[in-house]
């Protein structure tokens, strides 16, 4: 894992064009600017692991990151996540372990929040936190369905 280097005018647009932080205002921007932190993760490279204890909270700025969960000695895998995309919200969320693995499946970037800033930038705002919570809601249901099968 390194620190990226991507130009701050894509990252301007990236996340222009992602769900999540299409409508920031300007202030919540420079907000997020501040606070965030940009990685770069290699193929191969466990970014979490299920699990874990949490902290962090992932956008993925480019690449391709997979999905699984280990139940007994089979690993389901939960599918990919791509750029727009996030991850790590349903641990900060439940405040519960990891609940999969999220493994890097080509040289991906990120931007990485703390819970704090997580919480403040943007649980704090209602349409942000509805498409969060959204995603946590549709997650759980499919990893509660897949356990069943
Ligand atoms: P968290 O439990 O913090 O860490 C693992 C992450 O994997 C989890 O948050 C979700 O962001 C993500 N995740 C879990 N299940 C799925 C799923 N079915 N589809 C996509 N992402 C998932």
Do not use: C
């Amino acid at each position: 894992m390194a620190a990226s280097d991507i130009p701050l005018s894509s990252l301007l647009s990236t996340l222009r064009g992602s769900d999540l932080f299409q409508d920031l205002t300007a202030p919540e921007m420079d907000d997020l600017l501040i606070h965030m932190r940009m990685i770069r993760t290699q193929k191969g490279f466990e970014i979490i692991r299920q699990g874990d204890s949490w902290d962090s909270f992932y956008v993925i700025l480019s690449g391709r990151v997979s999905v699984k969960m280990r139940k007994g000695s089979k690993t389901i895998r939960m599918g990919n996540l791509g750029k727009g995309e996030f991850f790590g919200e349903m641990a900060l969320l439940a405040e519960q372990p990891r609940n999969a693995t999220i493994t890097s499946e080509e040289v991906s970037e990120m931007l990485v929040l703390k819970k704090a800033e997580f919480d403040t930038i943007l649980m704090k705002n209602p349409t942000r936190a509805h498409k969060i919570r959204n995603a946590y809601l549709e997650r759980a249901a499919k990893n509660k369905k897949k356990r069943v099968l």
